[in-house]
């Protein structure tokens, strides 16, 4: 049981009276200064993200694992009035073929550790999935640079 329960149920104008007043909530929420904060905090994180890219794809969720959870939330809440940081967030996801051009070095550095001699279109499709998704120039590249480890 809290310590104020008895005093709430027993006496609450004499705790009332004592206790510091609440702060009145806002009438409004000023969605520009959210938006200008949030941008800010998410510069930062894309930033991050860019400095250091993962091995996986960047999403929205690479942004956001670096960020306090509560800017998921409000990101998702507020998104419609937020449009500075919707834009900055959705030109630095990464398409497909962004993807496996970046990957590229670390699916020949797999390749160099098995067996086979020729890194062939199959054998890059089995190694990194993403090679089957990608753009048809992306692929024709792919096989090129591909065609050197032989």
């Known amino acids: 049981m809290h310590r104020y329960d008895w005093l709430m149920k027993n006496d609450r104008l004499w705790l009332e009276d004592r206790l510091p007043s609440r702060e009145p909530l806002p009438n409004s929420i000023n969605y520009k200064k959210i938006d200008e904060e949030m941008f800010e905090i998410m510069k ?13 794809q ?8 670096i960020v306090p959870d509560f800017l998921k939330a ?12 919707v834009e900055l967030l959705n030109s ?5 073929d962004d993807y496996a051009v970046r ?23 089995t190694i990194s999935k993403v090679y089957k998704k990608c753009s048809p120039e992306v692929l024709n590249w792919a096989v090129k640079e591909a065609d050197k480890y032989y």
């Open 44 to 56: 930062k994180a894309v930033e991050t993200v860019s400095n250091d890219p993962p091995k996986r």
């Open 92 to 96: 630095n996801i990464e398409s497909i």
């Open 103 to 125: 990957i590229f070095p670390y699916v020949v550095e797999k390749f160099l550790k098995t067996r086979y001699r020729r890194l062939t279109l199959k054998r890059l499709q």
């Open 74 to 85: 409000r990101y998702y809440k507020f998104q419609n009035q937020m449009p500075r940081t």
């Open 58 to 65: 960047i999403c929205l969720s690479s942004f956001f694992n």
